[in-house]
């Protein structure tokens, strides 16, 4: 089965610096790669995706890369403000019938923004 | 609200005890998803239907874990002869096959369990 790893556990980055999250999976079949923010207490929510026909995408602060020879995608969030800490989960599944099987998810990112 | 809805919000039960989770999916979304996650854990997968049809289960999932969806709009989870183990909050997810361009999977607010 499909094994997803996460660093760092914890990232401390100064407000308005950049955060970069990476992870690698072990499935090649994978090919469908989203990034969910969870604040304490509530349910996790996709912040963005990336399928495996591409390589790079981009949401204005928040852009994923994907390197799938490296089965390895990351999560870089640009300008960071206070509301972006959180902890943060990579997943990667298989698109199957027009759509995703079960996510395998990372252990989590938590990330602090200090002022 | 219009989102994925969970009762009950909060379960608390003895061991040895059978519990049921129920969860509503957003409207006319035809997959259905269990997730079981820890503190400090991401989600781990248990489960998915497409319609009333189990496609994928996990091979973490105990024999003791039974999953449903009758009529292909909401599920149920149960948990038979729970253990302390099983102290979890189980999140349920949908998502729909028909829209293209997106396979995103939108989260219920989750049921946690704590088994005394």
């Known amino acids: 089965g499909e094994n997803v790893e996460q660093h760092p556990s914890t990232l401390s980055v100064q407000e308005g610096d950049s955060a970069v999250i990476k992870c690698t999976y072990s499935d090649s079949a994978s090919n469908y790669f989203p990034w969910y923010k969870q604040e304490l207490g509530k349910r996790p929510q996709l912040i963005i995706d990336i399928r495996s026909n591409v390589g790079e995408k981009k949401d204005q602060r928040i852009a994923v890369t994907l390197n799938k020879t490296a089965k390895h995608f990351s999560l870089h969030i640009t300008e960071t403000q206070p509301e972006d800490s959180a902890v943060y989960f990579c997943a990667a599944s298989e698109d199957s019938g027009g759509g995703a099987d079960g996510l395998t998810f990372g252990k989590g990112t938590h990330l602090i923004i200090q002022p | 609200d219009t989102g994925v809805s969970q009762n009950p919000r909060h379960k608390i039960t003895k061991r040895g005890q059978n519990v049921t989770f129920r969860c509503d999916p957003i409207?006319?979304?035809?997959?259905l998803y269990w997730y079981r996650q820890t503190l400090g854990q991401g989600p781990e997968f248990l489960t998915y239907?497409?319609?009333?049809?189990?496609?994928?289960k996990s091979r973490l999932l105990s024999d003791r874990f039974s999953a449903e969806r009758p009529k292909g709009s909401f599920s149920t989870l149960e948990i038979q002869r729970t253990e302390q183990g099983d102290s979890a909050m189980y999140l349920c997810a949908s998502s729909s096959t028909h829209r293209t361009g997106t396979l995103e999977q939108y989260f219920g607010p989750g049921t946690r369990l704590t088994v005394t």
């Open positions: 239907f497409q319609n009333e049809a189990q496609l994928e």
């Open positions: 409207s006319e979304h035809n997959r």
